[in-house]
């Protein structure tokens, strides 16, 4: 990846991370969970102290901050005589408050023999708000500098990059906080110093549109930089969360998916997975990482097994081959031949390691209370059998039941998405839900209903705005089946990543993105599509002076903020290689996201009060 614009990028980030600590003896590190994601997903490490030479790590928090493996009052008693302290955070209010909380704390341990140097880096700039905290709460006068961080966006592999800003919708729909939508524009415009410039900016979702703003006014100030630059990126497609609160609710179906949603410490641990139990002769341990994982992650979890039985009698049938005709062949054939056979032998071990993984999330999914949650996602989507006193009766189940509590909230979202509100349920279902789990819920479940995962319309209307938008993007395939081969029978890849559910966005994109009249096709076909959206989008129309050349290969950035889920990345990959397959119009598709989220982490980091 290295001789790629992300590539390119990736080595951008680390000399600028470790430019900071070069020569410098940084006795701690103060970092906030945005920047430690970053680090770690750049220097591709989770232990950050060897790796930047530091002897203690700070997490900087709100309300508080831990340090690892210590208690604050040690971190500051180890200090000696000249101690560099260099704080890496974030931009957020909340994290600008928690950093004057931990200088504060450091100057109070100080003493005429113990004086300590520290310097404060914001990621992607120092701000007005930062210096006026750091003023009112009288710390600035204890800091060496406060300088900006270009540090914002890192790939995580070689079509995907993340903020690691996993609050970032929290922020947006229960905070009012837009600051982040600055930081989005601002590592777009640095991603086209690495990529060329974008020719055109699609919209969906108000926020997508407040970025668009900000974003134009960065490129006017800085247009001398693109200006002898052809373009890289055809299309940025800038995609709100808030259009789409289906998809985060759903079970990731994809393996991948199923991994995040049961074991969520997997997310950015880099180091080796080992599973509950393991088969005889299956590694015990490995890592998320490889040939084999790379062509399983994004396949439906019915399919992975079939997948590894096909690659495994692939490797059968070049050894029976090899010892059949070796007698046959060249002797440049026979060592072409062999070399082939030894990478593939080496790919066994990942085989048997994740057949074993396959084995081990098998039997967690078919435990009854997931086959629960699962029937009630599918009869919600489909909107279709049991009837409705069914399914809330199936839904009351699971409030009396021991099911985690987030998985409850989803099903609730999800049922108040597809009927169009929770109508008479409503006052019912909160009221048990605040018996069930105390006050805070009722408070909990207010943020679910100001950033819009829960839908409370008294009056449900005829259709939900959900079946709407279903219907027209043809979001359900009841052509899927669990059988691997018949995965092709689907009307598009898209509908695999959900047992027969496309999400809504990777199908809007294919819509668009395959059609002969692309650019006449957005405003045409998304103007229905749009007024269904929650909120409700207002397309821009387009000149014909937009039309682009469809002799050319096209570059698509697809940039979600507030988080994309696995499935989604998994969609779009496999609309890319449906695209590679097929007659159709090049296109490569780049996705950036401020997050990745599951299902829980995004109800999680919604109801945090």
Not at 57 to 64: G, R, S
Not at 66 to 79: C, K, N, P, T
Not at 148 to 153: E, S
Not at 436 to 441: D, E, I, L
């Amino acid at each position: 990846m290295a001789s790629t614009p992300l590539g390119l990028l990736r080595e951008y980030t680390q000399k600028t991370i470790l430019q900071i600590f070069d020569g410098s003896s940084v006795s701690v590190l103060c970092i906030d969970a945005v920047m430690k994601g970053l680090l770690t997903i750049a220097l591709n490490t989770t232990d950050l102290k060897e790796a930047l030479g530091v002897n203690s790590l700070v997490l900087v928090e709100e309300p508080e901050f831990s340090l690892e493996a210590d208690s604050h009052e040690g971190m500051v008693e180890g200090l000696g005589p000249g101690s560099k302290i260099v704080v890496m955070i974030s931009n957020k209010m909340s994290t600008l408050k928690a950093t004057t909380d931990l200088v504060k704390l450091i100057k109070e341990g100080e003493t005429s023999k113990r004086r300590t140097e520290i310097t404060v880096h914001i990621s992607p700039r120092n701000t007005t708000t930062a210096d006026f905290i750091f003023n009112s709460e009288g710390i600035d006068k204890h800091l060496k500098e406060v300088v900006d961080l270009d540090v914002d966006i890192v790939p995580r592999n070689d079509d995907f990059l993340s903020m690691e800003r996993s609050d970032c919708f929290r922020e947006l729909y229960i905070e009012n906080d837009i600051s982040s939508l600055y930081s989005i524009a601002k590592a777009i415009l640095k991603l086209q110093l690495f990529t060329g410039p974008i020719s055109k900016i699609r919209r969906i979702g108000p926020h997508a549109s407040t970025t668009d703003t900000i974003l134009s006014q960065m490129l006017s100030e800085t247009t001398d930089i693109f200006a002898s630059q052809p373009v890289g990126i055809d299309t940025l497609f800038l995609i709100d969360r808030g259009c789409d609160l289906v998809t985060p609710v759903l079970y990731g179906r994809t393996y991948h998916g199923f991994l995040l949603e049961l074991y969520p410490e997997l997310l950015n641990n880099l180091g080796d997975f080992k599973p509950d139990f393991a088969i005889d002769d299956a590694p015990k341990e490995m890592k998320l990482t490889g040939e084999i994982f790379d062509s399983l992650k994004d396949l439906n979890f019915f399919h992975v097994k079939g997948e590894i039985l096909d690659t495994s009698a692939a490797i059968k049938e070049k050894k029976s081959h090899i010892k059949k005709d070796k007698h046959k062949m060249t002797t440049k054939e026979l060592a072409t031949m062999t070399h082939q056979l030894r990478s593939d032998l080496d790919l066994e071990p990942q085989l048997m390691f994740h057949w074993n993984v396959e084995e081990v999330l098998r039997k967690k999914t078919e435990k009854p209370e997931f086959i629960d949650l699962k029937d009630i996602e599918l009869h919600l989507i489909k909107g279709t059998t049991p009837e409705e006193s069914s399914i809330t009766e199936m839904i009351e189940t699971l409030l009396f039941g021991n099911y985690p509590y987030t998985s409850l909230l989803r099903i609730i979202c999800l049922y108040s998405h597809c009927n169009g509100g929770l109508g008479k349920h409503h006052e019912t279902w909160k009221v048990l839900i605040v018996k069930q789990y105390g006050v805070k819920a009722l408070f909990q479940w207010n943020n679910l209903q100001k950033c819009g995962c829960l839908i409370t319309t008294e009056k449900k209307p005829k259709t939900s705005k959900f079946h709407m938008v279903r219907d027209m993007l043809q979001l359900w395939d009841g052509a899927f089946n669990s059988q691997r081969v018949q995965r092709s029978m689907v009307r598009s890849p898209a509908h695999n990543t959900h047992n027969g559910f496309s999400p809504a966005i990777p199908a809007l994109i294919e819509s668009v993105t395959t059609a002969p009249d692309y650019q006449r096709k957005w405003s045409s076909h998304c103007d229905g599509v749009f007024k269904h959206l929650p909120p409700p989008v207002s397309p821009q129309k387009d000149s014909p002076s937009d039309l682009s050349d469809r002799d050319k290969p096209r570059v698509v950035l697809l940039f979600f903020i507030g988080g994309i889920t696995l499935s989604e990345i998994s969609a779009i990959r496999n609309l890319k290689a449906h695209i590679d397959k097929k007659d159709l119009p090049q296109v490569s598709f780049l996705i950036a996201s401020t997050s990745i989220v599951t299902g829980s982490s995004f109800i999680e980091s919604v109801i945090r009060v």
